[in-house]
C-alpha cells in the first residue's frame, strides 16, 4: 500500500510554492502579468516536474505535479500550467513516440514555450468525440474542423491536436504551431477569468510529415491514460480551491460580529464548516493515494481510469460545495468583487464540466464495477 505521508522534499516543495504564489496571484490582473508569472514559474523549475531527466526534465512524479496543483487551484493562478504541463506533456508522454518526445519535451520543460492540446469537447480523448480530422497530403498532412474551446488557445505558442485519421488509420497526435496557415483562432469570453479559453479553426491546415508525432496505432490508449492522469491532477487543482473557501470563511467569520458575537461562534456556521473540512479531506485522501499509486506504477490503465474518475468526483463536488458555502457563510459581500469566494465559485462550475462531469464518471465506474462482478 502507498503511503499518503509527504516525504521532507515534498513538504519543503509544497511550502515554497504556496509562499511564492501567496506572493504573485495574478487572478485579478490584468493579463499582461500572465506572462512574467509563467516566466517566473519556468524559472523555478516547475514546468519540469514530471518531464523525464533524459528529456530535460526533475524527473519527478504525479505526487510532486499534485501538489503543485492544489497551490495553483488555492490560489487562483491565471497561467498556461495546467495547459501545458498537464494537458499538452502527458499527451506526449504518454501518445507520443520516442523521436517526438525527444524533440519536443525539452522545450516545454524549460518553460520556453507554452502549449495546449485539444481533443474533443470537455477535453474527451474518445476516438468518436473528436472533431478535427487528419487526412493525407502527399508526405504530409492536411487538418480540418473546429474546436469550440481550447484552453490558453489566445496564448498558446502551439497546439498538440488528436485527430481522426481518415482512411481507417484511426487516431493520431500532430504538433500545430498557432500560426500556422489555414489555422484561425478567436478569443471567447469566458465566466471563469482565470480560464481563458479560445475557438480554433483549421481549414485545410497543411503539416509536413514530422508533424505526426505518435506511432500509428498507439496513439488512443496513450491519450485515454494522459486523460486519466489529467484528470487527478485537475482533481488535486480542485482540492487546493475548496480548501482556500474553507480558509477565507473561517477566517472571515471570525472577524465578523452579529448579536454581539462572532459569526464564528454559532453553532450551525461551525457544523457547515465542518462539513466543508470532512469533504475536503475526503477528496485530498483519494487524491493523494491515487497519485502514490501512480508514482509507484502499480495502476494498469484501466484502475487508473476508475480511481482518477473517483477522485474527481469527490475533488468535483467538494469544491463546488465549499465554493457555495463560502458565499452563503459570507453574507451580502460573498458574491461581490471584492471578495474571493465568487472567483471560487466560478472556477468550480468550469472545472466540473471538463474530463467529464460527474454524473458521466460515475455511469463509467459503475459500468465498469458491473463488467468486472
Not at 10 to 16: F, I, M, P, S, V
Request: some cysteine; overall charge negative; hydrophobic content about 50%.
Amino acid at each position: 500500500m502507498s503511503s499518503l505521508a509527504l516525504n521532507d522534499e515534498q513538504r519543503a516543495l509544497r511550502e515554497t510554492v504556496a509562499d511564492f504564489l501567496a506572493g504573485h496571484g495574478n487572478a485579478r490582473k490584468e493579463a499582461d502579468s500572465d506572462a512574467g508569472l509563467w516566466r517566473s514559474i519556468a524559472e523555478l523549475g516547475w514546468a519540469a516536474v514530471q518531464v523525464p531527466e533524459e528529456f530535460g526534465g526533475l524527473g519527478l512524479g504525479a505526487v510532486e505535479l499534485a501538489l503543485l496543483m492544489e497551490e495553483m487551484g488555492r490560489s487562483l493562478a491565471r497561467t498556461p500550467f495546467f495547459a501545458t504541463v498537464v494537458l499538452a506533456q502527458g499527451a506526449l508522454l504518454h501518445a507520443a513516440g520516442e523521436a517526438a518526445r525527444q524533440r519536443c519535451l525539452p522545450a516545454l520543460a524549460e518553460g520556453t514555450r507554452s502549449a495546449t492540446l485539444i481533443l474533443g469537447p470537455g477535453l474527451d480523448a474518445r476516438a468518436g468525440s473528436l472533431t478535427l480530422h487528419a487526412r493525407r497530403d502527399g508526405e504530409g498532412w492536411r487538418l480540418e474542423g473546429e474546436s469550440a474551446q481550447v484552453l490558453d488557445g489566445s496564448s498558446a505558442e502551439l497546439a498538440y491536436v488528436a485527430a481522426r485519421v481518415e482512411g481507417g488509420d484511426g487516431v493520431a497526435l500532430f504538433e500545430v504551431p498557432a500560426d500556422a496557415a489555414g489555422l484561425q483562432r478567436t478569443a471567447l469570453e469566458v465566466w471563469d477569468l482565470t480560464r481563458p479559453q479560445a475557438h480554433w479553426r483549421f481549414a485545410g491546415v497543411s503539416l509536413d510529415a514530422a508533424a505526426r508525432l505518435d506511432v500509428p496505432g498507439s496513439a488512443a490508449a496513450g491519450l485515454a491514460r494522459a486523460q486519466a492522469l489529467a484528470m487527478l491532477q485537475l482533481a488535486a487543482e480542485q482540492v487546493g480551491g475548496a480548501a482556500q473557501c474553507l480558509a477565507l470563511t473561517t477566517a472571515y467569520t471570525a472577524e465578523r460580529v452579529q448579536f454581539g458575537r462572532a459569526v464564528a461562534s454559532f453553532q450551525a456556521v461551525k457544523h457547515r464548516c465542518a462539513e466543508m473540512m470532512v469533504r475536503i479531506e475526503t477528496a485530498r485522501s483519494v487524491v493523494r493515494g491515487v497519485a502514490a499509486r501512480v508514482a509507484a506504477a502499480s495502476l494498469d490503465d484501466a484502475a487508473l481510469a476508475a480511481e482518477a474518475a473517483a477522485a474527481r468526483v469527490l475533488a468535483t463536488e467538494a469544491y463546488r460545495y465549499c465554493a457555495q458555502e463560502a458565499i452563503q457563510l459570507h453574507g451580502g459581500v460573498g458574491f461581490t468583487w471584492e471578495y474571493d469566494p465568487q472567483m471560487h465559485f466560478k472556477r468550480a462550475q468550469w472545472a466540473s464540466q471538463w474530463l467529464g462531469t460527474p454524473r458521466l464518471l460515475r455511469e463509467a465506474l459503475a459500468a465498469q464495477l458491473l463488467d468486472a462482478a
